[in-house]
T-cell receptor, first 117, second 115 residues
Framework: EAGVAQSPRYKIIEKRQSVAFWCNPI?????LYWYQQILGQGPKLLIQ????????DSQLPKDRFSAERLKGVDSTLKIQPAKLEDSAVYLC???????????????FGSGTQLSVL | AQSVTQLGSHVSVSEGALVLLRCNYS??????LFWYVQYPNQGLQLLLK??????LVKGINGFEAEFKKSETSFHLTKPSAHMSDAAEYFC?????????????FGTGTKLQVIP
């Protein structure tokens, strides 16, 4: 079974530039997550989709971050303009959480390491 | 709202010694609990999870964890550490909220194994 695919693996940009990350979840997984992991910290949820609808974006800095999930499958996370504090690993994850009961395993991609200079 | 506290951001053990990584949770509803491991430059990989079937949960690579409701804990243990266990470990709590699963991670514990 193919895992969660993310690209690119690494990205270096200057502040005020824009950047986009792509994620393809495991086939059939209804729920897709984007997490931000700053060095030395745990993953912080940015946005969560169930199919192609947003169920939680309470911690997404909406003035600069945006995300979409096309046709309930793959997803793109964009930052525009980037700030120094956006340097982090951006992890995409997915789960087969059709009922929303909880307890469903969340599978992670390898992440995109973003450096903002 | 739910939360997870991992005591000790860094833990060092000798090879062959007991591994104990601590996790306490807070949740207003019955939680599901997870332990994930992260190796350098990789994503998180599931070690084990508690879904109310049994309080003692066995996972991969010889790890296990015990759910203790009275102590709101879900500590991770392994009887004998191996060099390959050196990684960062994250505890997470999951609840059913508003029709979807909400997962919150702790800040992580980096395990060092000394030969």
């Amino acid at each position: 079974e193919a895992g969660v695919a993310q690209s690119p693996r690494y990205k270096i940009i200057e502040k005020r530039q824009s950047v986009a990350f792509w994620c393809n979840p495991i086939s059939g997984h209804a729920t897709l997550y984007w997490y931000q992991q700053i060095l030395g910290q745990g993953p912080k949820l940015l946005i969560q989709f169930q199919n192609n609808g947003v169920v939680d974006d309470s911690q997404l800095p909406k003035d600069r971050f945006s995300a979409e999930r096309l046709k309930g499958v793959d997803s793109t996370l964009k930052i525009q303009p980037a700030k120094l504090e956006d340097s982090a690993v951006y992890l995409c994850a997915s789960s087969l959480d059709l009922s929303g009961r909880g307890g469903t395993t969340v599978f992670f991609g390898s992440g995109t390491q973003l450096s903002v200079l | 709202a739910q939360s997870v506290t991992q005591l000790g951001s860094h833990v060092s053990v000798s090879e062959g010694a007991l591994v104990l990584l601590r996790c306490n949770y807070s949740s207003s509803v019955p939680p599901y609990l997870f332990w994930y491991v992260q190796y350098p430059n990789q994503g998180l990989q599931l070690l084990l999870k508690y879904t109310s079937a049994a309080t003692l949960v066995k996972g991969i690579n010889g790890f296990e964890a015990e759910f203790k409701k009275s102590e709101t804990s879900f500590h991770l243990t392994k009887p004998s550490a191996h060099m390959s266990d050196a990684a960062e470990y994250f505890c997470a709590v999951s609840v059913h909220s508003g029709g979807y699963q909400k997962v919150t991670f702790g800040t992580g514990t980096k395990l060092q194994v000394i030969p």
